[in-house]
């Protein structure tokens, strides 16, 4: 396995780590949250090197050149691979604008402790293989929200149940399979455990009411970060791909359709801001998760774009609530409330993200929604039709939610509106990454389509996973190869 040139993984892990240490020694001094975007910078330029560093290596894995958990760790448990090396950036980027969008007079509410012990967990978790270490850290991540929905003084009783039930199947299901041949049919009840701790960690109807629930309860800023980074969908790419045979992947992605649309009718009639938001990243997940279990090289290259561009945008989409409802409280979608003079960049920031969530042209989630479609349609035509309904369900709901929001009569306030200075800089960020990811998708489209191909391939290898319509797409290939190395135009 190739080396990196520096130990990236093992350093961007430990530095919020030891900055949440920092934080706590710091107590209650108006300079902590200072302090605090400076580690989450500086855990997201490490994690960019480590892309970086990856990228040149040209090879489709690597780990660190010198551990520091030699003692701890096996040294093959941390490693980077064309499918984490993407999320891992997209994951530091999260918590650093999350954690710049933080007003003062918020941080007591909003724990940036927990927050960085919860970026160390994720960056963990995305640079885990297939281990026990990986159920360990799948299954701590879920303790930060329960603190904080306790401390808050709230009935956690919803969270719990369904998180104590993920560590269950999870625990349950990877114990079972590592006692059986994960090449025989007896890992079929130890696959079926870990999808269905998989689906219930992705909020897929019927389990996702913890997802409504956190959102109604917790913070806002807690809510997107442990929800927008998908990490369901990476569970099910590390746990259930590798093993599960087609028939159960093609249960999950009608299951996952079924959630998508659903959720998108639901996002169109609440009447409230928060809510709206929780159904519309339940939506738009989803529809990563149905393109994850097409396992085509197209279907799984567009639902690998589509969760950066996931996200990228709804991130930035969530930033935008989370501001506003810092300074007006909830946010009711009953009434028109003019905010758009007291706020023209969150206004247009909101309309760009929430777009660009739906696959809007010139936007970077255009071209992951357009290969997704292709690589259902392939397969089963009336998946796409069904994608395209819950595309558009969302996107009304953006537009409603956009009018009801900054349209209507102003209504002028002595509180200060305006973007502070660290807001423009998350916001100017996201922007730019939306854009150019929509303008020029040619780079990421190029390697997320490598790494669908490998990812299909290393399927393959396992007997219990045949698939005739996979091994002729592998074979023939040509068509494919061509679909993704042509210049891709937004003009339509």
Not at 258 to 268: H, I, R
Request: charged content about 15%; glycine content about 6%.
């Amino acid at each position: 396995m190739t080396e990196l040139h520096f130990p990236w993984i093992e350093v961007s892990i430990l530095t919020p780590l030891l900055g949440a240490v920092w934080i706590h020694l710091l107590g209650a001094r108006a300079s902590v949250l200072r302090h605090a975007i400076a580690i989450a910078s500086v855990t997201f330029a490490l994690t960019v090197g480590e892309l970086l560093d990856f990228i040149l290596l040209g090879a489709f894995e690597a780990h660190d050149r010198r551990l520091f958990l030699d003692w701890l760790f096996d040294r093959d448990i941390f490693v980077v691979d064309e499918l984490s090396a993407f999320q891992l950036p997209l994951a530091a980027l999260i918590f650093l604008v999350i954690i710049m969008s933080t007003l003062r007079t918020k941080s007591p509410r909003f724990s940036l402790k927990a927050a960085l012990i919860s970026e160390t967990l994720l960056l963990a978790t995305f640079s885990c293989r297939t281990s026990w270490t990986l159920v360990a850290l799948l299954a701590a991540s879920t303790i930060p929200p329960f603190l904080e929905l306790r401390q808050r003084g709230h009935c956690t009783r919803i969270y719990t149940l369904h998180m104590s039930l993920f560590v269950a199947l999870l625990v349950g299901g990877w114990a079972w399979l590592s006692m059986v041949d994960v090449n025989s049919p007896a890992a079929l009840i130890p696959g079926a455990l870990l999808t269905a701790a998989a689906l219930l960690r992705s909020g897929i109807v019927p389990f996702h009411l913890w997802i409504a629930d956190l959102f109604e309860k917790g913070t806002l800023g807690t809510a997107i970060l442990f929800t927008t980074p998908l990490v369901g969908a990476y569970a099910v790419m590390r746990l259930v791909l590798p093993i599960a045979p087609s028939w159960a992947l093609q249960s999950i992605a009608i299951l996952s359709l079924l959630t998508a649309v659903y959720a998108a009718g639901m996002a169109l009639v609440q009447r409230e801001a928060r809510r709206m938001f929780c159904y519309i990243m339940l939506s738009q997940s989803s529809l990563v998760l149905v393109g994850l279990e097409l396992v085509t090289p197209i279907g799984l290259t567009g639902a690998l774009c589509l969760w950066l561009s996931v996200g990228l945008s709804l991130t930035g989409f969530g930033i935008t609530l989370r501001s506003i409802e810092a300074r007006i409280s909830r946010i009711s979608l009953v009434d028109y409330h003019g905010l758009y003079r007291q706020m023209p960049i969150f206004s247009g920031f909101f309309l760009l993200t929430g777009l660009a969530s739906i696959g809007f042209p010139a936007t970077v989630g255009f071209v992951g929604m357009e290969l997704l479609i292709e690589g259902a349609v392939d397969i089963y035509p009336w998946v796409g039709t069904m994608v395209v309904i819950a595309a558009a369900l969302n996107g009304i709901t953006v537009l409603m939610a956009y009018f009801r929001i900054f349209t209507g009569r102003h209504n002028p306030t002595l509180i200060p509106m305006h973007a502070r200075r660290s807001e423009q800089v998350a916001v100017l960020i996201l922007s730019l990454l939306i854009l150019v990811g929509g303008l020029v998708p040619q780079p990421g489209v190029a390697s997320r389509y490598h790494a669908a191909t490998e990812l299909t391939r290393q399927r393959q290898r396992n007997p219990m996973t045949e698939d005739e319509t996979v091994a002729r797409i592998l074979d023939a290939g040509s068509e494919e190869q061509n679909v993704i190395t042509r210049p891709v135009s937004v003009s339509h």
